[in-house]
């Protein structure tokens, strides 16, 4: 994780390529950046305003909160 928010906006978080992506939005409540190669397609969004992690349970009882990350790989064949 980044250490401060100026790391943040700088290089992202969960190893996001922020230094190659594409800004899509860049408003004060959020931004939208995008970076594919040929076996990945990489989409962060960063959400500014969200004061700490708001964890809960869903109604099934898992652990919720304000993060997540997910990598979607194409395969070959």
């Known amino acids: 994780m980044p250490s401060s ?3 943040l906006r700088t290089d992202g978080t969960f190893a ?5 992506a594409v800004v899509l939005y860049d408003q004060e409540d959020l931004r939208l950046s995008v970076w594919n ?10 959400l500014w305003k ?3 992690n708001i964890l809960g349970k869903t109604e099934d009882n ?4 304000n993060n997540s990350e997910t ?3 194409r395969s070959s064949g």
Do not use: C, K, M, W
């Not at 996001?16 to 190659?20: L, M, N």
């Not at 190669?37 to 960063?46: M, P, S, T």
């Open 5 to 7: 928010l100026t790391d």
């Open 16 to 20: 996001f390529p922020q230094e190659h």
């Open 37 to 46: 190669n040929h076996d990945y397609l990489f989409v962060q969004a960063i």
């Open 50 to 52: 969200v004061p700490e």
């Open 62 to 65: 898992r652990d919720i909160g």
């Open 71 to 73: 990598v979607h790989s």
